[in-house]
């Protein structure tokens, strides 16, 4: 009787731990977890020709992002805890790639909202979709201005996003302009007058070059433009000409990314181009990655770059701490980008949680539109949205201001010392935030 | 014949290529209507219906359908009167600044071209003369002495010696850079007296580059030329190159410096036989095991699978390396601590001054490298028992095997060689660009360009059409009139080199003439 007894308890015991998984709690910790995950699709490249490092860093942001929050019991909604899920795309920084990864999100994977983006021609492919879907957005790194200014205004014969009353799309890396209006702003003082500009063929590089040559034409000095292909290595014929113009510029802007500006920069400092007494090298962000940016460009000393993000002497806690742990990983500083795919999430999770929904897209953009968080770029909110009946330009604003973060940091820093940490490089531009007292640095000159 | 009124010639332009086209598609098809005892060949019809149609419109093709015998003697004489016009409109064109004058100068050398490659070859074969070359020199000529070339080549049918073909090919590229010089006077390649100066220096940039792209060319010619069959690994096979230097310089680097006290870094030089034998190894290694079933005629369909086979081998190298390297760039340290050299600049009369010229240095260094390699590899191939082997393998497998050579070693040391190469060119490389798992792609497409412009497995052609390709690079980045689009087009203007020696002789530079 006894033994009948204990097989019983025993079919009882292995049909419970059976049907555990099943159940509509899981316990995980501390946390009790709904059955139903939140799934976030991240649009990321990681495979060329896209830029695989910034697709590499903004998939280790977000598993960090997820990890924290899940750490914390997920996104709370209706008294659930629940557990976020990522699910990384490559979008190869194909237009066409990247819409069909979209798609299946929306279709295979049913993900909730989406983030990431890292190539302006994958977000300006992506966004219609995106918003035709209803999937909130929070795209964390594609510059290009109509990106956000496509929610209210019309691009490329396509309507505002707006026009039916919502619009799913938001973006807290800055529009090129906003970069481009710190770069002129800082050149312009430094009293340039013949400017040449090398900008890559895709929708980050042509629409920034344009806005910088206007604003430089516009103050009067002379601008020479020269477009370059991704991953092109041999710039060296097209430097030589540069070298061989009647007038030396006052300053050579570079508007490519990835391991493409690393040799454009490397081959311009080789031919004594600049940076030199005579020529300024203004590179771009991809130069803040101080141990990667030194072992190829070794003769980079004296660059200037711009920066987003908030400048590494004001950093956070939540800064600190990401960065620290990016360090361990990737033996480098942390971007801005995995800065911002980080936050972004963070932005995701804490609309849901204050919607109370994790499928109507609606009222997550609703809320999205009065986020108010503070995170490891500094205090995230939207200016600009259905929420303010006021349009950008309203208040004198340019377009791309609507669902666009108004407050990422952009800096320009250069390096003195060779082989110097970008934490210990100098800030120049803008005044407020300068670590060494100088706007510029000749080469040979110290703070 | 010229006319002045532009309408006209507008009109002119739109209604000539009208009944040219219907020229072009109608009387072929009439080809069993035409009264003719021996029907004329497709081509000649096609080629009347063109000319007529352009030159007579209606009135030429119905004589042509009704007189056919006419057809040869007219297409000539209607060609060269087409030409002459052209011809005529452009010196009226050239002679006045004011009227741009680029579409008569493009249309008046390739009308030239296109007659006389159409008919002094056939003409040539008419008379039973040697043909050899007479194409190319019947085009060249065409294009710059225009109807002159018909004068020099009809008569006498000379044989076209390479003195022929030196003299004509120098007359165009002066031809060429003159007309480009009335269109573009501001520019840098043309602007007197500097433009030596900038020449020369593109040219400089163009043949040093040119040398590294000739190193990786020459293994993947070396094994098209033994097996028979394009390495689609190539690309990846010289990116592992590049990395297995530089973890071996790193690494070397490392126990050196703990071994001695010192911090110690390894000259990239070291990584590059190092890179080459690894490499090596794993060329020999993927052919025995996946190509030699294909040679011993255990693969159906032998082409298509050497072409996944490769490409699927240089699939797994590249993710492989992305798994373990990771995708941020890597570079190696310099060769020679000397950024660059330069020529200065040096007065060599009143007026002239040679200079300033500038060579990076770790690039000066790379290209005798490559030079060097590439002789070894010559040397290795002419001198050596083996290497004679090589050569008898890729002339005639069968007969190389009668005289006691074993083909399927020579297939296995062919690819494991090239791949050397391939990887002895990325190690010399890495310390020159930045390297990441996808950085063969470029330079793997500029290869398969290379090699087929030099002529399919011969080494001399892939050192020369890697030479070629670089100056064509430079010189159309450097000197196209707009700089914001001529780096982007780079590797356009060598495909369009590519193309037109393609066009005059498709076996390459060196190929083998077919048998």
């Known amino acids: ?447 | 014949m010229v006319i002045e009124d532009s309408l006209s010639v507008w009109w002119l332009l739109l209604a000539g290529p009208l009944w040219a086209a219907i020229g072009l598609y109608v009387l072929p098809r009439s080809q069993g209507k035409i009264k003719r005892d021996e029907r004329i060949d497709v081509s000649r019809l096609q080629i009347a219906g063109l000319i007529g149609g352009f030159a007579l419109g209606p009135l030429g093709l119905g004589l042509f359908y009704l007189l056919p015998e006419m057809i040869r003697r007219a297409t000539l004489i209607l060609g060269i009167l087409i030409a002459v016009f052209v011809s005529s409109q452009v010196l009226v064109r050239v002679s006045d600044p004011n009227v741009p004058s680029v579409l008569w100068l493009v249309l008046a050398g390739p009308l030239w071209a296109a007659l006389a490659s159409y008919f002094i070859p056939r003409h040539y074969h008419d008379v039973d003369a040697d043909d050899n070359n007479a194409l190319t020199a019947a085009a060249l000529g065409g294009f710059t002495i225009g109807p002159l070339i018909f004068g020099l080549m009809w008569k006498h049918t000379p044989k076209i010696s390479r003195d022929w073909m030196i003299v004509l090919g120098s007359l165009g590229a002066w031809q060429i850079y003159t007309l480009f010089a009335i269109q573009n006077p501001g520019n840098p390649c043309v602007q007197a007296p500097f433009q030596v100066t900038y020449l020369a220096q593109q040219t400089a940039n163009g043949v040093v580059i040119g040398c590294i792209y000739s190193l990786m060319a020459v293994g993947l010619t070396l094994i098209y030329s033994v097996q028979g069959i394009v390495s689609f690994a190539h690309g990846q096979l010289y990116m592992v190159g590049g990395y297995f230097s530089f973890y071996f310089l790193l690494h070397a680097g490392n126990i050196l410096s703990e071994l001695t006290g010192n911090e110690i870094t390894v000259n990239p030089i070291w990584g590059i036989p190092v890179a080459g034998f690894i490499v090596f190894l794993m060329g020999a290694a993927f052919e025995r095991g996946f190509l030699k079933p294909m040679h011993d005629g255990l693969i159906e369909r032998a082409s298509e699978y050497a072409i996944l086979i490769t490409f699927g081998f240089g699939f797994v190298i590249e993710y492989t390396t992305l798994a373990i390297a990771g995708p941020f760039p890597q570079r190696a340290n310099r060769f020679i601590e000397i950024r660059r050299f330069t020529f200065p600049r040096t007065q060599i009369t009143e007026d002239f001054s040679f200079g300033p010229l500038n060579i990076i240095g770790d690039r000066a260094f790379a290209m005798i490298v490559g030079i060097v390699l590439i002789f070894g590899l010559l040397y290795f191939l002419q001198r050596t028992w083996t290497g004679r082997g090589l050569r008898a393998t890729s002339q005639d497998k069968q007969a190389a095997a009668v005289t006691g050579i074993n083909p399927t070693n020579m297939n296995t040391l062919a690819f494991a060689l090239g791949s050397m190469l391939a990887a002895m060119s990325g190690a010399a490389l890495i310390p020159i660009f930045a390297w990441v798992p996808w950085v063969g792609a470029e330079m793997v497409g500029r290869s398969y360009v290379i090699v087929v412009l030099g002529g399919l497995g011969s080494v001399p052609g892939a050192l020369f059409g890697g030479i070629i390709v670089g100056i064509v690079e430079a010189l159309g980045a450097g000197c196209h009139p707009d700089p914001s689009r001529g780096a982007a087009y780079k590797e356009a203007f060598a495909l369009l080199i590519f193309a037109l020696v393609l066009l005059l002789k498709p076996t390459g530079l060196f190929g083998r003439e077919p048998h």
Request: glycine share 10%; proline share 5%; net charge negative.
């Open chain 1, 1 to 447: 009787m006894k033994g009948k007894s204990t097989l019983a308890s025993l079919v009882v015991l292995l049909a419970l731990v059976a049907l555990l998984p099943f159940s509509v709690i899981h316990a995980d910790g501390h946390c009790e977890f709904a059955d139903e995950a939140i799934k976030i699709g991240g649009l990321v490249p990681l495979s060329a020709p896209g830029s695989v490092a910034g697709g590499v860093a903004m998939s280790w942001a977000f598993n960090r992002a997820v990890d924290d929050i899940n750490a914390d019991c997920g996104v709370q909604i209706g008294g659930q805890n629940h557990r976020l899920q990522i699910v990384i795309g490559d979008s190869e920084g194909s237009p066409e790639r990247g819409q069909a990864v979209v798609e299946r999100f929306i279709l295979e994977d049913e993900v909730h909202a989406v983030s990431g983006v890292y190539h302006s021609a994958v977000g300006l492919a992506t966004m219609g979709i995106l918003d035709a879907n209803g999937i909130p957005t929070v795209f964390s790194e594609p510059w290009n201005d109509n990106v956000s200014a496509n929610g209210i205004m019309e691009y490329d014969g396509r309507p505002p996003r707006n026009a039916d009353g919502v619009d799913h799309i938001f973006r807290i890396s800055p529009a090129s302009s906003m970069v481009g209006g710190v770069v002129v702003d800082w050149l312009l003082a430094e009293g340039v007058d013949n400017v040449v500009i090398i900008a890559e063929n895709t929708d980050y590089g042509q629409p920034a070059a344009a806005d910088e040559k206007a604003r430089f034409e516009a103050a009067g000095a002379t601008v020479t433009q020269i477009n370059v292909e991704l991953g092109t290595e041999d710039f060296v014929p097209i430097l030589s000409r540069i070298q061989a113009s009647a007038t030396v510029p006052d300053v050579v802007r570079i508007l490519v990314t990835g391991e493409t500006s690393y040799n454009l920069t490397q081959q311009m400092a080789e031919l004594g181009i600049a940076p030199t007494v005579d020529t300024i090298c203004v590179t771009n962000q991809f130069a803040f990655q101080s141990e990667q940016y030194w072992e190829n460009v070794p003769d980079g000393n004296y660059c200037t770059f711009n920066r987003v993000g908030i400048i590494p002497s004001l950093f956070s806690d939540i800064a600190v701490g990401l960065n620290a742990d990016y360090f361990e990983e990737f033996e480098d500083i942390i971007p801005s980008f995995a800065m911002a795919s980080y936050d972004a999430l963070h932005i995701l999770a804490d609309g849901m949680e204050r919607a109370g929904t994790i499928s109507d897209g609606a009222a997550i953009v609703a809320a999205i539109e009065t986020t108010d968080l503070e995170l490891s770029q500094g205090r995230y909110y939207f200016n600009y949205g259905n929420h303010n009946d006021s349009m950008p330009a309203d208040d004198g604003m340019p377009d791309y201001f609507w669902h666009q973060w108004p407050d990422p940091v952009v800096t320009m820093m250069q390096y003195f010392e060779q082989g110097q940490s970008s934490l210990d490089a100098a800030v120049i531009f803008p005044e407020v935030y300068q670590t060494h007292g100088t706007g510029y640095m000749a080469p040979g000159e110290m703070p």
